[in-house]
């Protein structure tokens, strides 16, 4: 893939459902959040800190020239290769264990790395540099004949390595005359080879993942970017509780300089809820599986939910601003927690049950929904029904205003209209009937409420007149069919007002922090899928190429991308951008009938 020169954010990702970990051009480990995803960032050079150097995991080579990136084909396995100006080169390969042992998965907070020359007589010096609280100090460490341990706050670090380490303590440089092992992650003694422990995790780990990809449905075109997009969404998963986080980072800001910067390393339940679609549509359902876990954990009584939580099923997640980095090319602040937790966003009614409607339909789970887990859903749905017409924040997370908008009142009424149909499958007559008359009711509000004759497209609310991308879902939930005059007359218009070349915005309404610079990725790939839905699929797939292009070298996205330059912006890696990716290839493709 030709690496796009206006990008910054060409970095890879590594993990295993347990932590995550990003890795620049240069091999630098420069973001990961130990011993899990909402943790403090070990390695925080990514966030420029203020008053250390470090918080980076590098393996530095001298005289550096250039180098290229690609992970092993179908895992999330990443090789880096160095070469300095003299024709000296080494490859890195960077993974997070991952495996089925014992009849569980394997998954430590542990970053393995393998560095090898290639040619010549490569000199390279490893930085090892954790900082501790946010990057405000280095912590303490101790070490020992083949290790090195960080006393972080919540987590003791250890570094096996066959390289000395004094070296590593001191940075020294040294010629890589054979390969050389380095495996770091939590306080405890490898009694073992290292290099054959490094070898064996290595063919396990590739293992799991080329068997994890070989079971997904996927579609004849763009295999490759499917494939790339559905194990980043994978990663994205916190197998302990099943929760998924939205990105794996903070503050990476929505456009230079804006005040548009949040921590997105939590679970929102509407972004959850659209990477299991995505994930059912390949046939992979235990992420499903493990997300309803997670939801029947953070239930209440009386069905009410949050938009957000944290991935130990955390209800306050206070923000406030760290002080210790400077930020994303020094673009503070960072922030850390999100406020979001506070604000009600009613279609998060819609967005667990529609991500749970499977459950009941798909006859290859082992635990498949019956009547005790529709129960369960049914507060949801009486939520849905008392709330559609109840001032929300939105999808968008408005923090000065509160409407009815048309994307929550469309939500609610898909809660409604999936658990008629899940009741009418579990042959609950009576269930079904009232179901299907409160589905019924908010569908005729919202129809008579959001639609502008005037204008001759749904408005972005019941109050306003304004358009929003997330009308665009309209026909993909089923609150309309596609080829409804009302829906095709609003996709028009979105494109008309809310396009800027090949990308979309949100909405381009003044909000709370100004109006929108960049474009909002997951809008773009919605925008595709409903050109494709009303018939104009020739012109989809021309766009959907054209964004693909825009993609960083290893196929990933972050949140928001620039109009003019097409410049990656917004938190990283997205699992909103890369479930938009998926569903609009799989509408795009060609059939495999085709094919054969």
Known sequence: MTLPSAHTLNLGVIGNGTF?????????????????????????????????????????????????????????????????SKGNALEIIDFAPRWRENQRFYRPVSIIRQVRPLQGNPRIRIHARPLAEWGARAPESTWGS?????????????????????????????????????????????????????????????????????YLSIPLDWQDAVIRSAITLKLCQYEDSGGIIAAMTTSIPEAADTPRNW????????????????????????????????????????????PM???????????????????????????????????????????????????????????????????????????????YDVPDAGLWEFRGRAEVHTYTAAMCWAACDRLAKIAQRLELGERATHWRQRADTIRDTTLERAWREDKGWFSASFESDYLDASLLLLADIGFLPADDPRYIATVEAIGRDLRRGDALFRYVAEDDFGTPETSFTICTFWY?????????????????????????????????????????????????????????????????????
């Open 263 to 306: 921590d997105y390393r939590y679970c929102w339940l509407r972004d959850a809820a659209f990477v299991v679609r995505a994930l059912n549509r390949l046939g992979a359902t235990r992420t499903m599986e493990m997300f309803l876990a997670y939801i029947f954990n953070i239930a209440t009584h009386d069905g009410s939910l949050q």
């Open 20 to 84: 995550g970990a990003l890795v620049d051009l240069k091999g630098r480990v420069v973001w990961s959040c130990m011993p899990a995803f909402d943790g403090d960032p070990a390695f925080c050079h990514l966030l420029s800190p203020r008053d250390h150097d470090g918080g980076d995991f590098s393996v530095e080579l001298e005289d550096f020239a250039s180098s290229e990136q690609h992970y092993i084909t179908n895992t999330a396995i990443l090789r880096t290769v160095l070469r300095d």
């Open 146 to 214: 083949n290790h090195v341990r960080w006393l972080l706050p919540d987590f003791t670090l250890r570094l096996t390595t066959d390289v000395p380490v004094r070296f590593v303590r001191e940075g020294s440089w040294f010629i890589l005359n054979h390969p050389v092992h380095l495996v770091l992650g939590a306080d405890e003694s490898l009694r073992r080879s290292l290099a054959g422990y490094v070898r064996e995790a290595e063919e396990n780990t590739r293992h799991y993942w080329t068997e994890w990809v070989r």
């Open 309 to 387: 939580y944290g991935i130990n099923f955390e209800v306050e997640l206070h923000e406030e601003e760290v002080p210790s980095l400077q930020g994303y090319r020094q673009m503070g602040p960072v922030r850390r927690g999100n406020l979001a937790w506070i604000q009600k966003q009613h279609d998060v009614y819609g967005s667990v049950v529609l991500a749970s409607t499977q459950l009941f339909f798909d006859q290859r789970l082992v635990d498949p929904g019956d009547a005790h887990t529709f129960e369960r859903l049914e507060p949801l749905g009486d939520r849905a029904f008392a709330m």
């Open 528 to 596: 595709i899928d409903a050109l494709a839905a009303i018939g104009r699929k020739d012109e989809a797939r021309a766009m959907f190429e054209r964004i693909l292009a825009r993609r960083n070298h290893l196929g990933l996205l972050s949140e928001d991308l620039s109009f003019e330059e097409g410049e990656a912006w917004g938190n990283f890696p997205q699992t909103y951008s890369h479930v938009g990716l998926i569903i609009a290839a799989m509408r795009l493709s060609r059939s495999w009938q085709e094919a054969s």
